[in-house]
Each structure stands twice: as structure tokens, then as C-alpha cells.
């Protein structure tokens, strides 16, 4: 199998540096260069002692190095800008970007449509996060209520989590769920936001890393369902899965789910 070349948008970010430990790592990838917001000078140190290429130019990098993938971690604002530039290179992508937009992803579609090119889009690369959205989704039937607690690091720039918005429009796709709708309230938004019926809360302290809550409500009864990431480590398996997998599989696919097949 040949290698597969891979270039890491916003390596020096907490979920770039990650991703780049675990390319390296990888027998079967090869990391060929890396960006950032800041010039940081000319090239990366890896942890295997060699350098590779850094810049702040993303297409001028794409043209120096020929990545096979471009994987992305910084915002959905950027991220859509990058992915315009890597389609028209032809360059497969692996994003994950927090809060894409449905007008967003469309594009992304178009793009990858367009240009015959794989586009996957994982709102969390967790296992354990995609189990957790594959049950809720199961449960969804039964109960007429449903919350989701989100909480995040203090210096999260969005609000809510991308994962939580795509459990809320999963949730809310089948059926209308109902919401207690407050005759006065004291203060505005103290049911947190609303999709369908679906409430979503979220938390932003120092100390948190990634954490959703969904709690499933009928008549005398409740379910919780949660997932706790400890630590950025636990989303290397699917990123890497992404990478191996995307160039096999034209079109846009959304969901770490859907390369697992759960």
C-alpha cells in the first residue's frame, strides 16, 4: 500500500500537535508539511527528530509539498476557506472543525462533488462519542423530553460544542420533542437553546476537556446517557482511521459513524 502524504492545518493548536504526534507515528502515513496562524519560521520539529516543512500560506505550501489529505482543526470560518483551496488541488480532507453550519457543510459537499475529491467531517472523533450518539438516537422514540449538558475549556470559541448541535439536529430530526415553555422568565435563554425541542446547556470552565450529557425525560422516569473525554489522545484512533480511509470514499461523508459502520 502506498504511503499517503498528509498535511496538518493548524498543527500547532492543542488538536494539530496531537495530530501530528499520532501522523508521525503511523507507518503507513507521512507527514509532508504543516501550517499556522503565526509564522513560527520555516519548519516543524517532530518528535522523531526530523523537520518538515511550516507556513502560514496554505496554497503555497499545497503547491511545495502534494499532500495525498489535508487534515483541518481550527474553526469552521477558516477551515471553509482552506477547504475551497484544497479542492482546487484535488486534495482529500479530514475535518474537524467545531460548528459547521447546514449552508457549510452543503458547500462542502458541492465541493467535494465537484472537484471528485473525499470530504469526511467527524464533530468528534471519539468512540465513545459516536456510541453515545448512536444510543441517544436509539432512545429517541421513546421519551418525549430530552437535554443536552455540554461543558468545554474556558478558551472554547464556540458555543454550543459541534458534536452537541449534531446530536441535536440527529434528535430532532424524527420527531418534535417537547419543551417546558416558562410563563415568565426571570432571566432571558434560562432554558438554553432549543432545536426542535431538544434544550442544549453549555459549560465553559477551566479544567473541562470535552464532556456531553443527554438526558432522556417521560412520565416518572429519566435516562442519562455521557461521555467524558480524558484526555486528546482518544480521538487519534479515528483521526487516523479518516486519513487511511478518505481518499477511498468520494463525496462528503459527515459522521466518525460512518466510517465505522455503527
Same mark, same amino acid.
Not at 453550519?101 to 459516536?130: K, M, R, T, W
Given at each position: 500500500?502506498?504511503?499517503?502524504?498528509?498535511?496538518?492545518?493548524?498543527?500547532?493548536? !492543542?488538536?494539530?500537535?496531537?495530530?501530528?504526534?499520532?501522523?508521525?507515528?503511523?507507518?503507513? =502515513?507521512?507527514?509532508?508539511?504543516?501550517?499556522?496562524?503565526?509564522?513560527?519560521?520555516?519548519?516543524?520539529?517532530?518528535?522523531?527528530?526530523?523537520?518538515?516543512?511550516?507556513?502560514?500560506?496554505?496554497?503555497?505550501?499545497?503547491?511545495?509539498?502534494?499532500?495525498?489529505?489535508?487534515?483541518?482543526?481550527?474553526?469552521?470560518?477558516?477551515?471553509?476557506?482552506?477547504?475551497?483551496?484544497?479542492?482546487?488541488?484535488?486534495?482529500?480532507?479530514?475535518?474537524?472543525?467545531?460548528?459547521?453550519?447546514?449552508?457549510?457543510?452543503?458547500?462542502?459537499?458541492?465541493?467535494?462533488?465537484?472537484?471528485?475529491?473525499? %470530504?469526511?467531517?467527524?464533530?468528534?472523533?471519539?468512540?465513545?462519542?459516536?456510541?453515545? !450518539?448512536?444510543?441517544?438516537?436509539?432512545?429517541?422514540?421513546?421519551?418525549?423530553?430530552?437535554? %443536552?449538558?455540554?461543558?468545554?475549556?474556558?478558551?472554547?470559541?464556540?458555543?454550543?460544542?459541534?458534536?452537541?448541535?449534531?446530536?441535536?439536529?440527529?434528535?430532532?430530526?424524527? !420527531?418534535?420533542?417537547?419543551?417546558?415553555? @416558562?410563563? !415568565?422568565?426571570?432571566?432571558?435563554?434560562?432554558?438554553?437553546?432549543?432545536?426542535?425541542?431538544?434544550?442544549?446547556?453549555? %459549560?465553559?470552565?477551566?479544567?473541562?476537556?470535552?464532556?456531553?450529557?443527554?438526558?432522556?425525560?417521560?412520565?416518572?422516569?429519566?435516562?442519562?446517557?455521557?461521555?467524558?473525554?480524558?484526555?486528546?489522545?482518544?480521538?487519534?484512533?479515528?483521526?487516523?482511521?479518516?486519513?487511511?480511509?478518505?481518499?477511498?470514499? @468520494?463525496? =462528503?461523508?459527515?459522521?466518525?459513524?460512518? %466510517?465505522?459502520?455503527?
Amino acid at each position: 500500500m502506498a504511503t499517503i502524504k498528509v498535511l496538518v492545518n493548524g498543527a500547532t493548536g !492543542k488538536m494539530g500537535t496531537e495530530t501530528v504526534a499520532a501522523v508521525t507515528r503511523q507507518e503507513d =502515513l507521512a507527514l509532508v508539511g504543516a501550517t499556522c496562524f503565526r509564522d513560527r519560521g520555516p519548519s516543524l520539529n517532530l518528535s522523531n527528530g526530523e523537520q518538515i516543512p511550516l507556513s502560514t500560506d496554505l496554497a503555497e505550501l499545497i503547491q511545495r509539498v502534494k499532500p495525498d489529505v489535508m487534515v483541518d482543526f481550527t474553526n469552521a470560518t477558516v477551515c471553509m476557506e482552506s477547504a475551497v483551496i484544497a479542492a482546487a488541488n484535488s486534495i482529500n480532507m479530514v475535518l474537524g472543525a467545531s460548528g459547521f453550519s447546514p449552508e457549510q457543510l452543503a458547500q462542502l459537499d458541492a465541493l467535494a462533488s465537484d472537484n471528485g475529491i473525499g %470530504i469526511i467531517v467527524a464533530p468528534n472523533f471519539a468512540l465513545g462519542a459516536v456510541v453515545l !450518539k448512536r444510543l441517544a438516537e436509539q432512545a429517541a422514540p421513546y421519551f418525549d423530553y430530552v437535554d %443536552i449538558v455540554e461543558s468545554h475549556h474556558e478558551a472554547k470559541i464556540d458555543s454550543p460544542s459541534g458534536f452537541a448541535l449534531a446530536l441535536a439536529r440527529s434528535l430532532g430530526e424524527s !420527531k418534535q420533542f417537547s419543551r417546558n415553555q @416558562p410563563e !415568565k422568565e426571570h432571566l432571558p435563554n434560562a432554558r438554553g437553546a432549543e432545536h426542535n425541542g431538544v434544550s442544549i446547556h453549555s %459549560i465553559r470552565m477551566p479544567g473541562r476537556s470535552a464532556h456531553h450529557e443527554v438526558i432522556f425525560g417521560a412520565a416518572g422516569q429519566t435516562v442519562t446517557l455521557r461521555h467524558d473525554t480524558l484526555g486528546r489522545d482518544c480521538y487519534m484512533p479515528g483521526v487516523i482511521r479518516c486519513i487511511q480511509e478518505v481518499g477511498g470514499r @468520494p463525496g =462528503l461523508v459527515i459522521g466518525l459513524e460512518n %466510517i465505522l459502520g455503527l
